[in-house]
């Protein structure tokens, strides 16, 4: 089945700790995204790539980072500089170019201990 | 204003009814738009894409494009409670060498039986 997978389905975290949210995709699609989703404001974008080892920051880059070693994958690390982690984390990706659709993961819920 | 602004609802209709969902647009240079369906907890799947001016209809449902008013719609035909959820507008937007996929806060549609 051709798919994105994010795990883990929960996170949670506790103060001061970085954690690692994993998005992978078989769909070979060059394009990946990171968007974050909290009750009333719609999706926000985290990062995005347009290829393997390039990537740039959306409209709420601080206090995460991301990877693009491999076209499948394209982990985001929620830092301890972000400080209010908790939202739903959706994964993206899709072909390359302005037309292109962009498919969703199932999502990772990250809760703050 | 808003890049892309959806009236957040909730909008009640009843079984069989046509339910109509609004979305508006800043960037007159936007080229591609998109109509996602998120069920409660769930990520958004996408319901239809729509690039030219005019109607396209796929089963029950039609998206409608006026790109001189900046202005799309979806229509559902024949409501079923199982099309109750959230409906997000996104829009592909030029921002420099790139493209952005803006999202509208989405619709909260409820059908009742």
């Known amino acids: 089945d051709g798919g994105i997978t994010q795990s883990p389905k929960y996170l949670f975290r506790k103060e001061g700790q970085n954690v690692t949210l994993s998005c992978e995709q078989n769909?070979?699609?060059?394009?990946m995204y990171w968007y974050r989703q909290d009750p009333g404001q719609g999706l926000r974008l985290i990062y995005y790539s347009q290829i393997v080892n390039d990537f740039q920051k959306g409209d709420i880059a601080e206090g995460y980072s991301v990877s693009r070693e491999k076209k499948e994958s394209f982990p985001l690390t929620v830092t301890s500089a972000q400080k209010n982690p908790t939202a739903f984390y959706l994964c993206a990706s899709s072909r390359r170019g302005a037309q292109e659709t962009q498919y969703f993961g199932p999502g990772t819920r990250l809760l703050v201990l | 204003q808003k890049e892309v602004e959806q009236n957040s609802g909730p909008l009640s209709v009843p079984e069989g009814a046509i339910a109509s969902l609004n979305c508006t647009y800043s960037d007159r240079g936007s080229q591609s738009f998109f109509w996602y369906r998120q069920y409660s907890g769930k990520s958004p799947e996408l319901i239809m894409f729509i690039y030219s001016n005019g109607d396209k209809e796929d089963g029950r449902f039609t998206a409608q494009l006026n790109k001189a008013s900046q202005y799309v719609s979806l229509l559902i035909r024949d409501s079923q409670p199982s099309d109750s959820a959230t409906y997000l507008c996104?829009?592909?937007?030029?921002?420099?060498?790139?493209?952005?996929?803006?999202f509208g806060k989405g619709t909260l549609l409820t059908v009742n039986p």
């Open positions: 769909l070979n699609h060059d394009a």
């Open positions: 996104a829009v592909n937007m030029i921002r420099g060498s790139n493209y952005k996929l803006t």
